[in-house]
């Protein structure tokens, strides 16, 4: 797989996971264990966005034999 393709895979991940916690939110909010899944999620979906912006970078700035040291 292109590393275009793994950043859009990662953005819809991110963005399910994203309304998956909101929807909790909003429907559970009373349920003390569906708030604590849907923050789970939240930084599930945060953690999807942040992995999809490094793959982003490294595919524009890819780095040169000299830098890693090999």
Not at 6 to 22: H, W
Not at 42 to 56: D, E, M, R, T
């Amino acid at each position: 797989m292109r590393r275009i393709e793994n950043v859009i895979l990662l953005k819809v991940i991110g963005s399910g996971e994203l309304l998956a916690a909101l929807a909790m939110f909003w429907f559970f909010r009373e349920n003390i264990p569906a708030l604590i899944g849907a923050v789970i999620l939240l930084g599930l979906s945060i953690n999807s966005f942040v992995q999809a912006h490094k793959c982003y970078l490294r595919q524009y700035s890819p780095r040169n034999e000299t830098e890693t040291g090999e």
